[in-house]
T-cell receptor, first 112, second 111 residues
Framework: DVKVTQSSRYLVKRTGEKVFLECVQD?????MFWYRQDPGLGLRLIYF???????EKGDIPEGYSVSREKKERFSLILESASTNQTSMYLC???????????FGQGTRLTVV | RKEVEQDPGPFNVPEGATVAFNCTYS??????FFWYRQDCRKEPKLLMS???SGNEDGRFTAQLNRASQYISLLIRDSKLSDSATYLC????????????FGGGTRVLVKP
């Protein structure tokens, strides 16, 4: 059974903290993605990666960075968390062009 | 203009009725298309891929109109369990197979 696993379902962090969100997939997919989802704004792409050590900015990369040292793991880093980064974060992985993306269960991050 | 646009709804649908809604996309080079379903506080899950010739999966029918750059989803004989947000997803085929999501269409099926 296909699996994308995010390290936490719920997180509460303080403003200014460095935050790591981890995502692991077991499907040997080349492509991995980080989105955030906010009411009224839908899913917005933060960063994606199409290979180990490769990364591309999405639509809203400001305040975030990513790391992909191994094929199965894609990490999202909030360098200095701010309250406007309170959101649901969703990781996804995907194979070839016409194949579907699989999502992790999401991490609901609250920055206080 | 957003890359992928959907009517946010909600579409209030009597149980047993048919509902249909569209999604428009701006990138004419888009390669593949999907409909995802998302339940409240859950992750999106694939409902169906959308093929050029149109395709059907049980009560669900998806169509692609490349000339007018939209895809559609039709749900027949709506069930209460069809209540969800339906997300249109477009893959532009560039490196990384970037996926762009529409804002979602909310469907509420009522008895």
């Amino acid at each position: 059974d296909v699996k994308v696993t995010q390290s936490s379902r719920y997180l509460v962090k303080r403003t200014g903290e460095k935050v790591f969100l981890e995502c692991v997939q077991d499907m040997d997919h080349e492509n991995m993605f980080w989105y955030r989802q906010d009411p009224g704004l839908g899913l917005r792409l933060i960063y994606f990666s199409y290979d180990v050590k490769m990364k591309e900015k999405g639509d809203i990369p400001e305040g975030y960075s990513v790391s992909r040292e191994k094929k199965e793991r894609f990490s999202l880093i909030l360098e200095s968390a701010s309250t406007n980064q309170t959101s649901m974060y969703l990781c996804a992985s995907k194979g070839d062009l016409n194949t579907e993306a699989f999502f992790g269960q999401g991490t609901r991050l609250t920055v206080v | 203009r957003k890359e992928v646009e959907q009517d946010p709804g909600p579409f209030n649908v009597p149980e047993g009725a048919t509902v249909a809604f569209n999604c428009t996309y701006s990138n004419s080079a888009s390669q593949s298309f999907f409909w995802y379903r998302q339940d409240c506080r859950k992750e999106p899950k694939l409902l169906m891929s959308v093929y050029s010739s149109g395709n059907e999966d049980g009560r669900f029918t998806a169509q692609l109109n490349r000339a007018s750059q939209y895809i559609s989803l039709l749900i027949r004989d709506s069930k209460l369990s069809d209540s969800a947000t339906y997300l249109c997803v477009v893959n532009d085929g560039a490196a990384g197979n970037k996926l762009t999501f529409g804002g979602g269409t909310r469907v509420l099926v009522k008895p």
